[in-house]
């Protein structure tokens, strides 16, 4: 008898017809005798239509309001999703997320879960029920309803598997599992039986939908076991761990390409003293994420630098360094949109050296230029434009020897809540 | 400065725009000084949506999971409430039931409030807030989310009242206060400038649909002013309170009709010592209220009995009666429907003999005769048959000297959660 967390998306519990579905899913794993948990989110569309309501009444809500808001999408769920069990003649209960004792920090919007006391939870499965949990949504220690923000029921999911010692977290998506690279660019992109938490987090951070990184964190944090799997069919899917084999002859396990890139670059910097620390520690103090730092050479006690941040920060980024040129004299900044990061990811990388000489070879048959790199153990990235991008991802895939004769599934867009 | 609860039921926030107008009458009473405490109703259709769409899933959906999907509606109005009180520069803050520390009864879809620890309202309305509480739903001790039933959010608004010690409840409707009887039959219809929780309670079990008797109790119970009044409007209203005045020469306050009535005999019963107490403990174990009883003489040992039920449990209180046969000997048992509970309500009429056959000789005076009669000490009820209704209202309003001049306002359908 296994302990388990099944985690369902929005797009799995759209309908009725599909919300049935998941129950009989729900019902044939406790047949098997195991003890089921749920984490689900709210159904298809309803967040946007919540944010639509929000919208019409103020242009500007505050996050308190709309955490209020929001949290009935996933109480909704969890209570539809509980009376289908009921309908197929089994016990259920459904729980939100503070009946869950989900506590978070007192932050709306973006909340972390910092403690879960799952007594209810516990009670609940001894009692033989079915226990649904309401996924994205916690409670602070003063008793305010909190979200999780993005990938937040992924979180609840695995830090659910985490407080109750599950012996596998399911999270159920409309794909088969993770793949080589998006299987919509390469046809014969491989399904991953097993990748390792880095690798995951690596990948999620590069823009592989499939995984919200926050969830991929706490499950490397907590070594839960993690599955990613398809609501629609009986495969297997792919398991996240701490150590996954590796195939005989390969070291890059996946491949990445993220569109949300805008290069900035700052121009003929003087030579003060600790200039890097306060050019970027401004960025860091608005809130903007800065990926990868490139410094040329210094000429005339002046340098150039640029650094990459995500297409909404681009104009923000400049203001700021607009406020602090007293503080950092430079004399100009430009910017580059139209770009691309394509990452290859793999544990094996690190014991092998050439693996990013083959990456920089492969680009250049392509006929690209590289105009940026980064390195980590784990991972190599380089800016490139993005016109030829699904070219360079195919000869990355062949190159790296990832490539399978079968045709991957695709499924249908991600639902990421 | 006063401490306010006012009350808007569902039709009052159907739309975003009625939405605003609840908000700016809120903001009015905060600017005159006063601390106001809201209580709202989920928006228009949104519970018949709900519950449309948990009749898909199941069609006897378990009244938890029902109570856990009904709550979503009243916490989406009060956020949106909030929102909208900000988009006009001023503090709120929301709770849901249980945030506004509202302990019921362990009962799913219709608990009663055992305790209400205001201690968050206080602290809200100390910071300068407007505090929005959804109505119409509790949290059990054991932390179950739990509804009030029908009539629930003018309850929620009364015990809060009360747990609080508001100086006054404002029931916001769409009429414009209590009427003397049913405007919409009789034009001349008076709004009553006062009335006693005694004569509301019995106008409200009348059938006069403007605010439920359950709440009623409650605002006796604990001596909490009401007012009932229109959101269209400024006028007046009606206050409920312990002594009502008695405008000069004026016994009878309000005249209600209630079509949901049937009347069942029981004929031929044998003279079996406690038959009555058999027959309608039986009736109360199965949940059935039985209203008027009357008892015909006693002829060859054998008596015939009538009783009125409401509509709906006409069948089952036949059943029951079939079930008991055995214990309760009888003949045979039959039934009238298209019948009428006309009744005149006043606490005047205490102290004036007479009241009675007025009504009587106004009823017999249109021709209709009279099959049931029942008194209490402010109230005077007969069954008639259902056809000649509207006569009926209007003799008695003209014979209790009831008419007025202005014809009366009517407001649109009901909205009573």
């Known amino acids: 008898m296994s302990l388990i967390v099944m985690k369902f998306g929005g797009s799995s519990v759209g309908t009725t017809e599909r919300m049935n579905r998941v129950a009989q899913r729900i019902i044939d ?14 159904m298809g569309d309803t967040t946007d239509d919540l944010i639509d309501k929000a919208n019409e009444v103020n242009d500007n809500p505050p996050a308190r309001e709309m955490d209020m808001l929001l949290t009935t999408g996933e109480q909704i769920s969890v209570a539809l999703l509980s009376m289908a069990i009921h309908k197929h003649g089994h016990a259920a209960k459904s729980f939100t997320g503070w009946q ?65 010692k599950a012996d596998v977290c399911e999270i159920y998506t409309d794909v088969d599992g993770v793949y080589s690279t998006d299987p919509r660019v390469v046809k014969c992109a491989r399904k991953l039986d097993e990748i390792s938490y880095d690798e995951m987090l690596e990948l999620a951070h590069l823009g592989a939908a499939v995984l919200h990184p926050r969830a991929v964190e706490y499950a490397k944090h907590y070594k839960v076991n993690l599955v990613v799997r398809s609501s629609f069919t009986q495969n297997q899917g792919t398991l996240v761990r701490e150590a996954a084999e590796m195939e005989q ?17 700052v121009l003929g ?71 691309v990061k394509v990452s290859i990811v793999g544990a094996g990388m690190v014991s092998n050296p050439g693996v990013a000489a083959t990456m920089f070879k492969a680009i250049s048959d392509v006929g ?47 639902d990421r809540r």
């Open 29 to 42: 794993k406790k047949l098997q005798g195991d003890r089921v948990v749920v984490v689900v989110s709210a």
């Open 269 to 339: 910097v003087g030579d003060v003293p600790g200039v890097l620390a306060k050019m970027f520690g401004a960025l860091a103090n608005k809130g903007i994420d800065v990926d990868i730092i490139v410094q040329s050479g210094v000429q005339d006690g002046k340098a150039d630098f640029s650094f990459t941040v995500s297409l909404g920060d681009r104009q923000r980024a400049i203001d700021v360094l607009a406020s602090i040129k007293g503080e950092v004299p430079y004399r100009e900044t430009t910017y580059e949109e139209g770009l």
């Open 368 to 414: 690209v230029s590289i105009k940026m790199v980064s390195t980590s153990e784990i991972k190599v990235s380089c800016v490139i434009a993005a016109e030829p991008v699904q070219e360079v991802v195919r000869a990355l895939h062949t190159a790296y020897s990832l490539d399978t004769a079968e045709t991957a599934f695709v499924g249908g867009p991600q």
């Open 100 to 164: 869950a004792g989900i506590v978070t920090e007192a932050v709306h919007a973006k909340a972390r879960i910092n403690d879960i006391s799952p007594d209810r939870i516990f009670a609940a499965l001894d009692e033989g029920n079915v226990v649904i949990v309401a996924g994205f949504q916690g409670m602070s220690e003063s008793g305010e309803i909190t979200t999780l923000g993005r990938g937040g029921s992924d979180t609840t999911a695995v830090a659910l598997a985490a407080a109750i």
């Open 249 to 265: 002859g390969i070291v890059v396990r996946g491949i990445a390409a993220d569109k949300n890139v805008a290069r900035i670059s």
